[in-house]
């Protein structure tokens, strides 16, 4: 690559950061807490958005390789689906840098984020069986390993049972954003130490 087209790669890329920066989501959400801190849902809602409406949802789950990643990455594509009238989300979660766990613990998470939605649909606006997941790099396969264990019946135990395909398309969402990332068979740990998942009760806030 020669400076000149090095040059504008940069440029480009500066700006990009640069410019999700200056986004912001319109509300952040706790949907779980662990020692000490809470992992939130950045959350983009759309023009005319009504708590009563049962619009689309689609979370994002950010790439680090499971050491670190920041919920910005996705803040441009969720300003933009937002402006198409869906609720759109972009996720944290525990990653090695931040709580010093393991790959598994940040599928549980991404599994913890989507039963959070669903079972708070009313409040956010959305259709519990209308949710989908997507990611890049490591949030890729956080994303594809939430819908490998939705499919395994992981959800069973949901106030909200959803059907069965609802998460199919986070395989083409995912393969959009992270292309060289297949779905993995993670299977996701029931309980972490220190870590209290949200309950359907409660008003949407998470148990401490």
């Known amino acids: 690559m020669n400076r000149k087209a090095l040059y504008v790669l940069t440029l480009l890329l500066t700006s990009k950061v640069l410019y999700a920066e200056s986004i912001s989501p319109d509300q952040k959400v706790a949907f779980k807490k ?18 009563s409406d ?20 996705f803040y441009s594509h969720c300003e933009h689906l937002s402006k198409k009238g869906l609720v759109a989300i972009s996720a944290e979660y525990r990653t090695k840098k931040s709580h010093g ?37 490591a949030g890729g396969h956080v994303a594809a390993g939430v819908d490998v264990h939705q499919r395994a019946g992981g959800a069973a135990g949901s106030q909200q049972a959803p059907k069965q395909s609802n998460l199919r398309r986070s395989e083409l969402l995912v393969a ?31 148990v401490t």
Do not use: M, Y
Not at 54 to 73: L, V
């Open 101 to 137: 766990t393991e790959p598994v613990h940040c599928v549980e998470d991404g599994k913890s984020a989507i039963r959070w939605v669903r079972e708070n649909a009313h409040l956010l606006g959305t259709d519990p069986n209308k949710v989908v997941a997507a990611g890049g790099s």
């Open 54 to 73: 049962k619009r689309t949802a689609i979370i994002f789950f950010f790439g680090g390789g499971w050491t670190g990643g920041t919920p910005k990455q």
């Open 34 to 51: 662990t020692k000490g801190s809470s992992i939130e849902l950045h959350v983009f809602k759309p023009e005319k958005w009504k708590a």
């Open 176 to 206: 959009q954003v992270e292309r060289r990332h297949a779905t993995t068979g993670v299977t996701p740990s029931h309980q972490v130490d220190g870590v209290a998942e949200h309950s359907s009760t409660g008003g949407g806030s998470p």
